[in-house]
């Protein structure tokens, strides 16, 4: 979408190593949020950002880790990448309020 | 536990009749409910709210009613039409959680032409 750009789309890394996703905005939002979409799962969120270097966890947060250095950047770091971590992770921006938020197109992980 | 509850997978319909997707929700603090779509390798894609205070709101096609003493919400499509074969995520957000949406599993509707 428009505004925010995910890297990479897709990706396949082995088992143990480290992983970063990255989330680029060009719309000035305070807040990012990541989820991932499994089947039978919908879409659970990993962590969200409601300002630079303010972070805090979701529901699904073990074994990830985010940063935010600047307001146009969020980025999400698998510390050590398990099988369990396969999945479809989304970036989205928000204003923090009640009316939702845009998403990124997605990065398809793959951990082999 | 699950705070919102999709409990059908899946529903196909005619083109031309309408298309009803429910929802349920358990905490009551929620008073922000939104529909979003979602094509496959795409991203959610916003489709159409409703505030607490409503019972229902209506934007073209689409129509998502509240009942807030049942805890449940629906989106009725009529006419569907085949490009809204799509999977359909209801999601959720209270005032004071920073904007979090809690979603549900998703239906995906395929609309047979």
């Known amino acids: 979408d428009a505004g925010i750009t995910q890297s990479p789309r897709h990706k396949v890394t082995e088992t143990g190593t480290p992983v970063t996703l990255r989330c680029h905005q060009t719309?000035?939002?305070?807040?990012m949020y990541w989820y991932r979409q499994d089947p039978g799962h919908g879409l659970r969120l990993i962590h969200y950002?409601?300002?630079?270097?303010?972070?805090d966890k979701g529901e699904v947060s073990d074994g990830y880790s985010v940063s935010r250095s600047k307001t146009e950047d969020f980025l999400l770091t698998l510390e050590s990448a398990t099988s369990s971590q396969t999945s479809v992770y989304f970036c989205a921006i928000g204003s923090g309020s009640n009316y939702g938020y845009t998403f990124g197109s997605g990065t398809r992980l793959t951990v082999v | 536990d699950q705070q919102v509850k999709q409990n059908s997978p899946s529903l196909s319909v005619q083109e031309g009749r309408i298309s009803i997707l429910n929802c349920d929700y358990t905490?009551?603090?929620?008073?922000?409910f939104l529909w979003y779509k979602k094509y496959p390798a795409e991203g959610p894609t916003f489709l159409i709210s409703?505030?607490?205070?409503?019972d229902k709101n209506e934007d073209g096609r689409f129509t998502v009613f509240l009942n807030k003493s049942a805890k449940h919400l629906s989106l009725h499509i009529v006419p569907s039409q085949p490009g809204d074969s799509a999977v359909y995520f209801c999601a959720a957000s209270a005032t004071g959680s920073q904007g979090n949406l809690i979603f549900g599993k998703g239906t995906k509707l395929s609309v047979k032409p």
């Open positions: 409703i505030s607490s205070i409503k």
């Open positions: 719309e000035n939002h305070r807040y």
């Open positions: 950002s409601y300002g630079v270097k303010d972070t």
């Open positions: 905490n009551s603090m929620f008073d922000y």
